[in-house]
């Protein structure tokens, strides 16, 4: 069967569902299912392991967030770096969702999803001159500047172009977002934005500039954040510095208050989206600026899964070993982040005393380790197992450490499915290597 075909829903029985706390998914006869698709379906077409993502989730969780911003006047971008598969990109753009990107790569992603150039902001530390030229000849909506540097490279290609490049400066407000050290970016020894008390006179150097058009502000503390305080400090930060410009007679028009929107887990909640609009308009909701987010994670990360399969089990010194098809390098989070996925058996859980689980994969480092569960049941090899919350960081962060193929990704929507990113197997990356004709410099001399 080829991976690009567009396949049925399987029939469904009769018996009731079996809900597993998400609308997505739920059990049908004891399955789990994706919108109504038993992910057994969708491993026999596709094989394992596979990440599955869901439209309809997608979809929603846009909707939920914009019902809470909206009123504000607040725009989302998405942050293309949590998922950057085209159709996903694609399902945003036709809600009308903008792009926040970090690469030119990520760029011509959103373009080619249909994303308006007027709609993607360009941010990240090291943009080349080569994609600084290409966002203006774009035309993007906006570059967020986060060192003076990178100010001048903008201003200089520019120029070349004869264009006025869009602007805002990136604040570093020096706040701890109280998440991993590898996710927080905004305290002041961190390698992003501009430290908040050099803004002032940065900004009125680049105002005067002719080449740059400084539309306003841009802050981002960090990912994975469910206590909102952090982005309390820093917008109030933010509206101050806006008070302080705006005294120096500089014009302030637009604030881009970043992502970092955490979500969720097995064990503890997500944040309350009612309580976070709240602080929007409390800290910058009077300063009549035009306001944009960035969230990532908040949109895909609960509408896809990874699915794996057991491969064997292993007891050892009284530790039990589940080893899955799937690894770090397919979901790196665990090994990177110290991150924890919920995972769901995709049968319902055998009946029977079982043990705590230590779910690993095949890769030869000890960091290839998911974690341990206790609530699996008993596991035979053979059983698929689904990590939830996959569906950010989680492809898009996928390599070929150990030669492994890059997985495929499928999306489900409205009783069918179809695969979206097709595996990629070492004979793909074997015709990469062809070598080339050699090259001799002195020769040429």
């Not at 491969?311 to 982040?337: E, Q, T, W």
């Not at 609530?375 to 990590?387: K, N, S, T, V, Y």
């Not at 499915?417 to 197997?425: E, I, P």
Request: glycine content about 8%.
């Amino acid at each position: 069967m080829s991976e690009a075909t567009t396949l049925p829903s399987p029939a469904r029985a009769a018996a009731p569902l079996q809900k597993t706390g998400r609308g997505w998914l739920e059990r049908i006869n004891n399955t789990l299912c994706a919108e109504g698709i038993a992910l057994t379906e969708i491993a026999a077409a596709v094989g394992t392991p596979f990440y599955c993502y869901s439209a309809r989730a997608l979809r929603q969780n846009f909707a939920d967030l914009s019902a809470a911003v909206a009123p504000l006047g607040v725009s989302i971008c998405f942050a293309v770096k949590a998922n950057s598969n085209l159709s996903v990109l694609t399902e945003f753009a036709r809600l009308g969702c903008g792009m926040d990107i970090v690469s030119g790569g990520e760029m011509e992603r959103a373009l080619a999803a249909g994303v308006p150039p007027a709609r993607i902001i360009f941010s990240g530390v090291g943009k080349t001159r080569d994609e600084i030229r290409r966002a203006l000849t774009a035309g993007l909506h906006q570059i967020n500047i986060e060192s003076v540097a990178e100010l001048e490279s903008v201003a200089e290609v520019a120029r070349s172009l004869g264009l006025r490049a869009p602007i805002a400066l990136r604040v570093n407000p020096d706040v701890d977002a109280g998440t991993h050290a590898k996710i927080t970016t905004a305290r002041k020894d961190s390698k992003f934005g501009i430290a908040i008390d050099e803004i002032p006179a940065l900004y009125a150097r680049a105002s005067a500039m002719p080449e740059l058009m400084v539309t306003g502000l841009a802050v981002h503390i960090g990912s994975q954040i469910r206590d909102l305080a952090p982005f309390r400090k820093a917008w109030s930060a933010l509206a101050d510095l806006v008070r302080t410009l705006r005294a120096a007679d500089l014009q302030v028009a637009r604030l881009d208050l970043g992502g970092g929107l955490g979500v969720g887990t097995d064990t503890e909640a997500g944040p309350d989206l009612a309580e976070y609009a709240r602080i929007i308009a409390e800290t910058v909701g009077d300063l009549g600026c035009a306001l944009n987010i960035e969230p990532g994670r908040w949109l895909a990360a609960r509408a896809g899964i990874l699915v794996s399969e057991v491969i064997y089990l292993k007891d050892a010194s009284g530790a039990h070993f589940a080893v899955v098809d799937a690894a770090m390098n397919d979901l790196m989070r665990p090994a990177l982040y110290d991150a924890r996925h919920p995972v769901l058996p995709v049968h319902a859980p055998r009946g029977g005393a079982a043990p705590v689980w230590r779910i690993v994969g095949p890769i030869c480092e000890s960091s290839d380790d998911f974690g341990a569960y206790p609530d699996l049941g008993p596991l035979h090899a053979g059983d698929l197992l689904a990590f939830d919350n996959a569906g950010a960081y989680g492809a898009t962060m996928s390599s070929t450490y150990n030669s492994r193929p890059l997985v495929p990704e499928v999306m489900v929507d409205a009783g069918r499915f179809r695969v979206v990113r097709k595996r990629a197997g070492t004979d793909v990356f074997l015709d990469l290597e062809s070598p080339a004709e050699w090259c001799n410099p002195r020769a040429a001399r």
